[in-house]
């Protein structure tokens, strides 16, 4: 069975991205096959293609996040049947017209959600359902600090934080971000460009600091980011797209009884009952219309 595929055999530019076609199995005993209507494109796939994040083996198909439909099932599946609507993240391969898949590691969705949207907003909907409800439990009248509040996870957890009634504040890079920030109900939005955050942070709380800051930046935020914390506040650090944060010292905390934990998606879908249900509460917020359109290409 033959599939249409974006492959790379070497990193660099998008020039080294190839439409080829490939030969894949028939799904086994416990796979299934899916005809992908839709992929999503994520920073973890530019770092791919570019070699920031090596990838174990070349030549190689990429992408990691697509949505689309059941063509076949194996003969041990109990989750899916042909016709059902699905989607899928990190999983490695995501470029392909037809996949293969283990039933374990695919997402089963309501007849009523738009496969555009879900390939669009799986892997950045997941990222945030964790970060709200597991690595800091999001609270009515928080203040939360978001950082990259324009990017694709910035803008679900702004949403989010807004339907839950937490007080948001987001950086940005631009005022074009500005703008965006502020369609998503951001209630205050730091140029950081033209402002130190800490200081605007300080001067809007006046003087308490936030109950929480979701980073995703990492070098150029995390430090000063704990000088904005409130007591009992905790940073969340689920990114690095600055680089790697320095060597702190855990003191700075003490006095204020501050927190810092660090989050990773692979641990929240590693459990496909978990991985599931995070899901299932993430897309029911959209089917409400909680949350305003994300991108999307098809294949």
């Known amino acids: 069975m033959k599939t249409k595929v974006i492959k790379i055999y070497e990193p660099g530019s998008v020039d080294v991205l190839k439409i080829e076609e490939n030969e894949i199995d ?4 416990n796979e299934v096959l899916i005809e992908h209507s839709y992929a999503g494109l994520n920073f973890i796939d530019i770092n791919q293609r570019r070699g920031t994040y090596p990838l174990k083996t ?15 099932v194996g003969q041990n599946v109990s989750k899916f049947k042909i ?3 699905v989607t899928h993240c990190m999983n490695l391969g995501s470029y392909s017209k037809l996949m293969v898949l283990n039933q374990d ?3 089963k969705l309501k007849n009523d959600v738009n496969l555009s949207i879900a390939a669009a907003s799986t892997l950045q909907g997941l990222t945030a359902q964790y970060l709200i409800n597991q690595s800091y439990k999001l609270k009515l009248n928080d203040t939360v600090l978001i950082h990259a509040v324009a990017g694709g996870v910035g803008q679900i957890l702004c949403q989010w934080a807004k339907n839950i009634g937490a007080y948001v504040i987001g950086t940005v890079s631009n005022s074009h971000k500005e703008k965006i920030a502020k369609l998503n109900g951001c209630d205050f939005v ?10 605007k942070i300080i001067e809007i709380t006046e003087k308490k600091g936030v ?6 930046v990492g070098k150029d935020t995390f430090l000063t980011g704990i000088k904005c914390l409130a007591p009992k506040g905790r940073i969340v650090s689920f990114g690095v797209s600055s680089g790697p944060i320095e060597p702190i010292n855990i003191n ?4 204020f009884s501050g927190s810092i934990t660090t989050g990773g998606l692979n641990t929240y879908i590693k459990d496909s ?15 409400k219309k909680r949350y305003r359109d994300q991108h999307y290409k098809r294949i």
């Not at 700075?252 to 006095?255: D, E």
């Not at 009952?273 to 089917?287: G, K, P």
Request: charged share 30%; aromatic share 8%; no cysteine.
């Open 252 to 255: 700075l905390l003490r006095s």
């Open 211 to 216: 109950d929480v800051i979701y980073d995703s």
């Open 190 to 199: 730091i140029n950081y460009t033209e402002n130190k955050f800490d200081e």
């Open 83 to 85: 016709g059902d609507k």
């Open 105 to 107: 590691r695919v997402i």
């Open 58 to 72: 070349l030549p190689q198909i990429m992408g990691m996040e697509a949505a689309g439909i059941i063509r076949e």
């Open 273 to 287: 009952v978990e991985m599931q249900n995070n899901a299932d509460s993430f897309f029911d917020l959209i089917l």
């Open 26 to 29: 028939k799904p086994g005993l």
